[in-house]
């Protein structure tokens, strides 16, 4: 027998109530029974997102919204810049170039945030740049750029701030009209504690109006047909109606919870987490401006990564994320985003230093685990 743990960065664990809401009997989605569910949990996303705009629902992946982003808002030739400090930097750009737009790299070292100043004077250099392309918190290298401070630099431009916060909606602040955020996209397999499947994304006024001029063929994607469709509480496509339903019960837990103890938990989490892996003598991937979804850290030389995250998937029963690109096989991102409590970083911590210790590696059992308690003990203080 074996218990599995999911310690990913997405998919996420999802709580039971979803898992149940969601096992109930097929209903149509052209009925008032579902527009009442679709209602609720359209306001709530408002909520979630800080915004008194729209958010739009889509059936795909993270992915789908970034692409509707970009062919809505944009037109054959326009510039962009992209910052590309991972895997999700580097699909923005792609995204983008595959739709015909010029980009404008900021490339950032793996493992850093971007320097505003830098992005300052590419905006400057570049008049005539349509839009800005980040994450706020980049899932492959653990980072989280300063949105904030980038939002400030669009504000009074005829460029668009497009975030794509799919770890960072509900895990950190990224109040979207209080900063001035152009758009901001999330996904349901992430924060949200959902099965993949869900996309969503609000556009600002200044979003909207770009939209009008757009020229770049979408069809599915249609923001705009589905804002109509939208103040109607419906879809111009089948809905995935199972995912609302748990959407619905997961946005209602959240709410319940507030903005401010989600921050708060997933802040600690994130400290213990990386406290942790620091008492092991682990060296953090993303030191200096961190993302509170995942601890992402080095493993000794000597241990190959890809066979110690499968090892503790298979052997174990406790599944981490391992790294992309160059640094696959170097790293390991332990989760915390979404339906995570003090008790699933113990686990994490605890089967990391028995990985550790299968390896080879001279580890002191509990020495990790104990330095995480020493902050996750600050919940019951
Ligand atoms: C997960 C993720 C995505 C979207 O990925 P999908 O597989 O399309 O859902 C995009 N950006 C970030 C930062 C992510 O973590």
């Given at each position: 027998?074996?218990?599995?743990?999911?310690?990913?960065?997405?998919?996420?664990?999802?709580?039971?109530?979803?898992?149940?809401?969601?096992?109930?009997?097929?209903?149509?989605?052209?009925?008032?029974?579902?527009?009442?569910?679709?209602?609720?949990?359209?306001?709530?996303?408002?909520?979630?997102?800080?915004?008194?705009?729209?958010?739009?629902?889509?059936?795909?992946?993270?992915?789908?919204?970034?692409?509707?982003?970009?062919?809505?808002?944009?037109?054959?030739?326009?510039e962009?810049i992209?910052?590309?400090?991972?895997?999700?930097?580097?699909?923005?750009?792609?995204?983008?170039?595959?739709?015909?737009?010029?980009?404008i790299?900021i490339?950032?070292?793996?493992?850093?945030?971007v320097d505003v100043e830098i992005v300052k004077s590419c905006l400057e250099e570049n008049p005539n740049v349509k839009?800005l392309?980040?994450?706020?918190?980049?899932?492959?290298?653990?980072?989280?750029?300063?949105?904030?401070e980038l939002?400030e630099l669009t504000k009074d431009r005829n460029t668009?701030?497009?975030?794509?916060?799919?770890?960072?909606?509900?895990?950190?602040?990224?109040?979207?009209?209080?900063?001035?955020?152009?758009?901001?996209?999330?996904?349901?397999?992430?924060?949200?504690?959902?099965?993949?499947?869900?996309?969503?994304?609000?556009?600002?006024?200044?979003?909207?109006?770009?939209?009008?001029?757009?020229?770049?063929?979408?069809?599915?994607?249609?923001?705009?047909?589905?804002?109509?469709?939208?103040?109607?509480?419906?879809?111009?496509?089948?809905?995935?109606?199972?995912?609302?339903?748990?959407?619905?019960?997961?946005?209602?837990?959240?709410?319940?919870?507030?903005?401010?103890?989600?921050?708060?938990?997933?802040?600690?989490?994130?400290?213990?987490?990386?406290?942790?892996?620091?008492?092991?003598?682990?060296?953090?991937?993303?030191?200096?401006?961190?993302?509170?979804?995942?601890?992402?850290?080095?493993?000794?030389?000597?241990?190959?990564?890809?066979?110690?995250?499968?090892?503790?998937?298979?052997?174990?029963?406790?599944?981490?994320?391992?790294?992309?690109?160059?640094?696959?096989?170097?790293?390991?991102?332990?989760?915390?985003?979404?339906?995570?409590?003090?008790?699933?970083?113990?686990?994490?911590?605890?089967?990391?230093?028995?990985?550790?210790?299968?390896?080879?590696?001279?580890?002191?059992?509990?020495?990790?685990?104990?330095?995480?308690?020493?902050?996750?003990?600050?919940?019951?203080?």
């Amino acid at each position: 027998m074996m218990k599995n743990y999911l310690l990913t960065p997405g998919p996420t664990p999802v709580p039971s109530e979803a898992l149940l809401a969601m096992a109930q009997p097929m209903i149509h989605h052209r009925t008032p029974q579902f527009s009442a569910i679709f209602n609720e949990a359209k306001e709530n996303l408002k909520w979630l997102f800080r915004t008194e705009e729209d958010v739009i629902m889509l059936a795909a992946s993270g992915t789908g919204a970034m692409e509707s982003a970009i062919t809505n808002c944009f037109s054959k030739g326009d510039e962009v810049i992209v910052i590309n400090g991972g895997k999700f930097g580097e699909r923005w750009g792609q995204i983008s170039e595959k739709f015909g737009l010029k980009v404008i790299w900021i490339n950032v070292e793996w493992g850093e945030a971007v320097d505003v100043e830098i992005v300052k004077s590419c905006l400057e250099e570049n008049p005539n740049v349509k839009g800005l392309l980040v994450q706020a918190s980049e899932t492959s290298t653990t980072v989280s750029h300063p949105i904030k401070e980038l939002a400030e630099l669009t504000k009074d431009r005829n460029t668009l701030f497009i975030v794509d916060g799919i770890t960072a909606v509900g895990v950190m602040e990224v109040p979207m009209d209080e900063w001035g955020i152009d758009i901001l996209i999330t996904g349901s397999q992430k924060a949200l504690m959902l099965p993949p499947g869900l996309a969503f994304i609000g556009l600002s006024k200044k979003a909207w109006e770009m939209a009008e001029d757009s020229n770049l063929p979408h069809y599915y994607f249609d923001l705009k047909k589905e804002r109509k469709n939208l103040a109607k509480d419906t879809t111009a496509y089948t809905p995935a109606v199972t995912l609302i339903i748990g959407l619905n019960e997961v946005l209602k837990q959240m709410r319940e919870e507030g903005h401010e103890n989600i921050v708060k938990r997933h802040d600690r989490l994130a400290r213990a987490a990386k406290a942790g892996v620091q008492a092991l003598g682990l060296k953090l991937l993303a030191p200096n401006s961190p993302s509170n979804c995942a601890t992402g850290f080095f493993l000794p030389e000597e241990v190959d990564g890809k066979v110690f995250v499968k090892t503790l998937r298979d052997e174990f029963g406790v599944a981490m994320a391992g790294g992309q690109d160059h640094l696959t096989g170097k790293i390991v991102r332990l989760a915390h985003i979404g339906y995570f409590s003090n008790y699933d970083i113990v686990i994490g911590l605890s089967a990391i230093e028995m990985g550790l210790r299968k390896f080879g590696v001279n580890v002191e059992f509990g020495k990790g685990v104990a330095a995480a308690q020493e902050i996750l003990i600050e919940e019951y203080m």
